[in-house]
């Protein structure tokens, strides 16, 4: 009868979720790149985000730095809040398969276009209407971006001004652009393409929203390079930041013109479980700080009676 508990436990460990949790990825490597940028209507934004490791390639004659493995992300922010966006329960593809193209925010809804493979092999490019007050998204019958409409982008949220951490080239049209540098050694930045900061602690990768006197720091993630000093160790998201499931939008009204709002009546679904984002197979992540919800409590009701019963 032992065993049956010992059953059940094992059962409800599985079947519970985490409430909160850290995303790690180790990936060592002697240089990073991590780009972002800030899209905002002035009320909310979308952030664009690229983290990048480098190496070096060596061919008969000479060698050269490349991009050995990537990871692309998007996030929104609320003003208040970041989000960590996974699309997966959306178009049905690990979110290391989704290419963000281009994002856009069109009379008070924000568009976005991303490209995928499906499991046939077959490409998908799609625009969406995403829906932040409910997590969800909606195809838009547009036969190309460039039907769309630029839309107006703030340089600021609620009365705050947009900062940037390390200005780069511009990206969707726009120049609001973050691009660091993080090396792990003078050598690795001796050959980085960009200017590199040589780090020997925990690097954090944000933008600064200033009012007056005040300023706010908005970490979006950190750099591990503590702990061996040829090579970073990888990165992971700061603790506050919300991993939300986005879905399809329920009983979604399409519209196909671009020139209007699509309505829609979306039901919210913000399970904080952590996508599947890395860009590569040798990556690994770690959710931490698991809470065991109603599934502890039914245990506690069930063996009682299991034990009664013996």
């Not at 970490?219 to 992971?236: C, H, K």
């Not at 603790?239 to 919210?268: F, R």
Request: aromatic share 12%; net charge neutral; proline share 5%.
């Amino acid at each position: 009868m032992h065993r049956m508990v010992i059953l059940l436990i094992t059962l409800l460990l599985f079947l519970t979720f985490p409430v909160s949790a850290t995303y790690y990825v180790k990936e060592p490597s002697p240089l990073y790149e991590v780009k972002y940028s800030v899209l905002s209507n002035g009320t909310d934004a979308l952030i664009h985000l690229e983290v990048l490791q480098w190496g070096v390639s060596c061919g008969m004659t000479d060698c050269w730095p490349e991009v050995f493995y990537g990871h692309e992300y998007l996030l929104f922010f609320d003003g208040g809040r970041l989000y960590l966006l996974n699309f997966t329960p959306a178009v049905g593809v690990p979110t290391e398969g989704i290419i963000y193209r281009r994002a856009t925010f069109i009379n008070g809804s924000w568009y976005v276009e991303m490209e995928y493979h499906l499991p046939d092999y077959s490409q998908v490019d799609m625009v969406h209407r995403f829906d932040t007050r409910n997590f969800c998204v909606e195809p838009v019958n547009v036969s190309s971006w460039f039907w769309l409409h630029r839309g107006k982008i703030s340089n600021g949220i609620n009365g705050w001004r947009i900062e940037l951490q390390s200005w780069g080239p511009g990206e969707w049209g726009r120049a609001n652009v973050s691009d660091l540098w993080i090396a792990s050694s003078k050598s690795a930045s001796s050959w980085s393409p960009g200017p590199a900061i040589v780090a020997n602690s925990s690097v954090p990768v944000y933008f600064t929203l200033k009012k007056g006197n005040l300023t706010r720091n908005v970490t979006l993630v950190y750099l591990n390079a503590t702990g061996n000093g040829s090579l970073i160790q990888g990165f992971w998201f700061p603790g506050d930041v919300k991993i939300v499931n986005v879905t399809l939008c329920e009983k979604a009204n399409v519209n196909t013109s671009t020139s209007t709002t699509a309505e829609t009546n979306g039901t919210a679904r913000t399970t904080e479980m952590p996508p599947s984002t890395t860009k590569t197979q040798t990556s690994t992540k770690e959710t931490k700080k698991g809470i065991c919800g109603p599934g502890l409590i039914s245990l506690l009701a069930v063996i009682p009676l299991i034990l009664r019963r013996r």
